[in-house]
């Protein structure tokens, strides 16, 4: 290990702390007036992610694509998709996001390729038992011909995890048909990816996310799974399971964390993992694998204090027993938009109430209020904090997308029974009129509702309750008093409050209960307004000094 993997300084260790900025760049704007996001777009709205205040974005995948699945399907890891610019452009844009301060993280796909990708091209081609096959999983089939799957895998967006090709084998996709598996046990595969990493790291990049971090590798006895269909969603923390967070995965982190460890900086990775079990998730965290993993556990909890204070309780324990930083997350571009989903009354399952769910039972204020709270309350723990495009505006979840503009592969895979992650990825209004609210000049590649004018960063910019009024004076509140070690003390305010104290001495309030409660101390910040006597109403958190 180099001395940036040791370096305890903070200028290196800065993703420890850092508020990051997801930007699914397809949505975020327009520069070029094709309707699409584009990288023009993004550069011209750097000044924008300064003044919020955060510390780095993460960019969703900007490689050449088909866009199969958003883009997450890869058809040349070096190069820029021309509907998102070109490279030269993506080196501009680390700079002068460097000038602003920020850092830059890409997002690495190493379980799958597109099927346009040359190799697959090539595998394709070949007879069979070429060696160039074996990139991927390319296996003849079962039952009489082959004509059946080589096992019963699902795959996450629907349908069977196989698909054959013209010459009778079949190979293995556990998301889309264009998106085939990797084999991992091929040199040239994990030499490929050093080199990936490294063309990145030269232009700069400050690191990766990584997809499907928990999917790599499959058991080469290629067993049954004997499971039902999952869709969307990954392990269900099974042990040994056939190609879930399997024990080879780790090796391979290994090697990229070395090659990142050959770079200046505080490069960093960060895990996409979902992997239920904290210690098998702790795993991942070790000295010498990845920097940090996503969790996704408060974004999967009830809305209670109990469960939040369960979860984070058990994450700094896990993870700080390996000497990890947590990093929490309430929203991304695959789940529900965090408003709407805490507008559901607790128990609901939210993917299901997408596809065809009463909508009556969504209370949007109160779903607005609590995104707002959750948001503070993981502002104030210690670790970093990942932040959605437009989560600053409180966009909900556009649930009622009409069934023909759908673009996630997940619909039609799943023959209509997830209505996929469209809802979540409209693109972001920047002013209050106008054909696309300022995304761009064109028709944009999803419809956006009306009710987004309202919520455009023009109409809340310089309005003090507005969402994206409290996430910049979170963000500043947060660089000065809730920087600070990574200590947290519960505070016992009753079993519907969540409060803690930091080192710094800042107190964090949450009112999970349905009565206000009374206050002591300077009110740095609320998530909503206190009550006439100053009390916490219920869905509010309160940062006191
Ligand atoms: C996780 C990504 O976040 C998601 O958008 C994508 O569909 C799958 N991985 C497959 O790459």
């Keep these: 290990?180099?001395?940036?993997?040791t370096d305890s300084s903070t200028v290196d260790r800065w993703w420890r702390t850092a508020v990051v900025y997801q930007v699914y760049i397809r949505s975020f704007a327009?520069?070029?007036?094709?309707?699409?996001?584009?990288?023009?777009?993004?550069?011209?709205?750097?000044?924008?992610?300064?003044d919020l205040g955060v510390d780095a974005i993460w960019i969703n995948p900007w490689y050449r694509s088909p866009l199969a699945d958003g883009g997450y399907d890869v058809a040349d890891?070096?190069?820029?998709?021309?509907?998102?610019?070109?490279?030269?452009?993506?080196?501009?844009?680390?700079?002068?996001?460097h000038e602003h301060g920020i850092k830059v993280i890409g997002d690495l796909v190493p379980n799958h390729t597109s099927d346009q990708h040359v190799w697959f091209a090539e595998a394709v081609a070949a007879p069979i038992g070429d060696p160039s096959r074996e990139r991927y999983h390319i296996r003849p089939g079962t039952g009489p011909d082959g004509a059946e799957p080589p096992t019963d895998w699902r795959?996450?967006?629907?349908?069977?995890?196989?698909t054959r090709l013209d010459d009778g084998e079949w190979y293995l996709h556990l998301f889309a048909p264009e998106q085939p598996d990797l084999?991992?046990?091929?040199?040239?595969?994990?030499?490929?990816?050093?080199?990936?990493?490294r063309f990145w790291m030269e232009r700069d990049l400050d690191g990766f996310r990584v997809d499907v971090a928990h999917g790599l590798v499959k058991d080469p006895t290629?067993?049954?799974?004997?499971?039902?269909?999952?869709?969307l969603a990954g392990s269900e923390g099974r042990e040994n399971h056939p190609f879930w967070?399997?024990?080879?995965?780790?090796?391979?982190?290994?090697?990229?964390?070395a090659v990142l460890d050959e770079y200046p900086g505080g490069r960093m990775l960060v895990a996409e993992a979902w992997v239920p079990r904290p210690e098998r998730l702790a795993l991942y965290l070790r000295p010498d694998e990845y920097h940090q993993s996503f969790n996704f556990n408060l974004l999967e909890a009830a809305w209670e204090a109990g469960d939040y204070r369960r979860i984070i309780a058990e994450t700094l324990e896990v993870q700080g027993g390996v000497g990890a930083a947590p990093t929490w997350v309430m929203s991304n571009h695959d789940v529900v938009r965090h408003p709407t989903r805490l507008g559901l009354p607790n128990g609901t399952d939210w993917r299901a109430w997408l596809l065809d769910g009463d909508r009556s039972i969504l209370d949007a204020e109160a779903g607005l209020a609590r995104a707002r709270a959750a948001t503070m309350l993981t502002l104030a723990l210690p670790g970093g904090t990942y932040l959605y495009q437009g989560e600053e505006l409180g966009l909900p979840e556009v649930h009622d997308l009409p069934t023909d503009v759908l673009d996630d592969p997940v619909w039609e895979r799943s023959d209509h029974q997830a209505k996929g992650r469209d809802g979540c990825r409209v693109p972001l209004p920047w002013t209050t009129d106008g054909p696309s609210f300022g995304f761009g000049d064109a028709e944009p590649w999803l419809p956006m509702p009306d009710s987004f004018g309202p919520l455009s960063v023009d109409a809340q910019r310089g309005d003090s309750d507005s969402t994206?009024?409290?996430?910049?004076?979170?963000?500043?509140?947060?660089r000065e008093h809730l920087v600070t070690d990574e200590a947290l003390t519960w505070l016992d305010l009753g079993d519907d409050v969540l409060a803690f104290e930091r080192g710094s001495g800042v107190r964090c309030v949450v009112n999970f209960g349905t009565e206000p409660i009374a206050l002591d101390g300077e009110v740095l910040l609320a998530s909503g307004p206190l009550t006439a006597d100053g009390g916490l109403p219920t869905d509010t958190t309160v940062w006191l000094g």
């Design 155 to 162: 795959s996450v967006f629907g349908g069977p995890a196989w």
């Design 222 to 231: 290629f067993p049954d799974a004997n499971e039902a269909q999952r869709l």
């Design 468 to 478: 994206l009024t409290l996430y910049t004076e979170a963000l500043r509140v947060r």
């Design 77 to 97: 890891y070096r190069d820029i998709d021309p509907q998102y610019g070109t490279l030269d452009q993506a080196e501009a844009l680390i700079t002068e996001a």
């Design 245 to 257: 967070d399997r024990d080879g995965i780790h090796p391979i982190v290994r090697e990229w964390r």
């Design 1 to 5: 290990m180099t001395s940036s993997a």
């Design 183 to 197: 084999n991992w046990d091929h040199p040239e595969v994990r030499s490929e990816f050093c080199d990936v990493l």
């Design 30 to 50: 327009d520069g070029n007036g094709d309707g699409t996001g584009d990288i023009a777009g993004l550069r011209s709205r750097l000044p924008f992610l300064r």
